[in-house]
């Protein structure tokens, strides 16, 4: 059943079996060999094998799409090695979390020599300050360390980290993959028992939304089972069927409004940016919340917010784009959840800021120039004039160095000739940019001598 398991967050695993909790819970795979798909990783003699099967203390990182079994093989470690499972998740877990979870185990190994699986699920969400307090833990062997991401950990997971555990990588389920845990699902025991069927194009339905991501089909054939009338009673004598149209019907109310591989993350990010543009520091804080709850990864929203400093606020506020920085490096420093408090500062420092896109519009215009061809040769007097030979072509030769002119400014061309009455930057009159609107236009007056 593969990745199904990955569906547990923040419960015991004797939660797994319990008939109240979600399908996706209770179909979790026990044993490597109900896991779905990651043939490599379960073969006779593989690491992962070594590990389960050998009751190595052995740190594992696990790096792979959502949904492919992450969770589960956490879970497969614990049970098949009878250790404690403690889980940590970077959404919402700091420095002290971890460091209390690692302490414990430390307590539980002194006193009764029962060792700990701890599950860091997304661990690339972690600052460098987090992921070093895993250190002790792993290099003590005081717990074993089992870390999920879903992005390249060699550019998110810190070097000490990565070299004191085994990286495995899972691949994406295939369709016939998740088609294998539907139909397993309906007629385990632990899932649906046989108390309702599915037409096959409403399995394919199924398995077209799900996208290779496991807990995620069963979180869907759950919703549509249960919509079914009498479909997930155990008194039935004739099982219901799921149709297409009630698996459409289901899946609509029960697909989670934010999804951050789904259209929803752009509609939302979308949304995010509009309101922070648009001087709604409410509206904005609503969406920002709204990934912050989804899981959004914090330094997409500071890299988001860096470029709305420079594309819609720009010199009106130049002070904007130094709060979006520090916001990134925030971010990078502390993680979450302590980091949403930089978010929302800078979400409300920009939201509140006057408005310009005038950086935006002169960037866009002089490539559109140079896009169209309008090139031209660099003036002579601006050309290189540091080698020998130079002076004798003319290069350099009526430069004006603007230090030895009134202030500061020297009235000559610098623009090419076919460009040289472009006027790109076209300042506003908003906020701080009025002065810089004022001073410029009597700059650009003394350079062209107008």
Do not use: C
Request: a negative charge; charged letters at 20%; aromatic letters at 4%.
């Amino acid at each position: 059943m593969g990745a199904a398991a990955g569906a547990t967050r923040g419960g015991s695993l004797s939660h797994s079996d319990h008939a109240a909790a979600p399908l996706a819970v209770r179909m979790r795979p026990r044993t490597l060999e109900e896991l779905v798909g990651q043939s490599s990783l379960k073969a006779s003699g593989s690491p992962l094998h070594q590990v389960v099967e050998g009751g190595q203390s052995l740190s594992l990182l696990l790096w792979g799409p959502p949904g492919t079994g992450k969770t589960t093989i956490a879970s497969i470690v614990s049970k098949s090695t009878d250790r404690r499972f403690v889980e940590v998740s970077a959404v919402s877990a700091g420095v002290k979390e971890v460091r209390a979870a690692i302490d414990a185990a430390r307590a539980e190994l002194v006193a009764t020599g029962k060792e700990t699986v701890l599950f860091v699920d997304e661990v690339h969400r972690f600052s460098k300050a987090q992921q070093d307090a895993l250190l002790p833990g792993v290099e003590n062997r005081w717990v074993t360390l089992v870390a999920a991401t879903t992005e390249n950990p060699f550019f998110s997971v810190i070097s000490p980290l990565l070299s004191r555990s085994l990286l495995l990588r899972l691949e994406s389920l295939t369709d016939d993959d998740i088609r294998g845990v539907l139909r397993s699902a309906l007629e385990d025991e632990r899932g649906l028992g046989g108390t309702v069927t599915i037409s096959d194009d409403a399995l394919d339905h199924l398995v077209r939304l799900a996208g290779g991501d496991a807990r995620r089909s069963l979180t869907y054939l759950e919703a549509a089972a249960g919509a079914v009338p009498g479909g997930v009673s155990t008194g039935s004598t004739t099982a219901a069927e799921i149709t297409l149209e009630a698996a459409e019907r289901a899946v609509d109310q029960a697909a989670v409004r934010y999804d951050r591989q789904g259209d929803q993350h752009y509609d939302v990010v979308s949304a995010f940016i509009k309101s922070v543009r648009g001087s709604d520091a409410d509206a904005a804080l609503h969406y920002l919340a709204r990934m912050i709850e989804a899981g959004e990864d914090p330094r997409f929203i500071a890299r988001r917010l860096m470029i709305l400093a420079s594309e819609d606020i720009g010199l009106a506020d130049s002070t904007a784009l130094q709060t979006a920085v520090a916001a990134a490096q925030t971010v990078q420093l502390i993680g979450m959840p302590e980091a949403q408090l930089t978010l929302a500062h800078a979400t409300i420092a920009l939201a509140v800021a006057p408005k310009s896109n005038a950086v935006t519009n002169a960037i866009f215009a002089a490539r559109a120039d140079v896009a169209a061809g309008k090139i031209g040769n660099v003036p002579p007097h601006l050309r290189d004039a540091h080698y020998e030979g130079a002076k004798k072509i003319g290069h350099g030769d009526t430069y004006k160095y603007a230090h030895d002119e009134p202030f500061g400014i020297a009235t000559q061309q610098y623009a090419p000739d076919t460009v040289a009455d472009a006027t790109y930057y076209q300042p506003t009159t908003h906020g701080a940019e009025a002065s810089v609107k004022e001073r410029w236009e009597k700059i650009r007056g003394i350079v062209r001598g107008t």
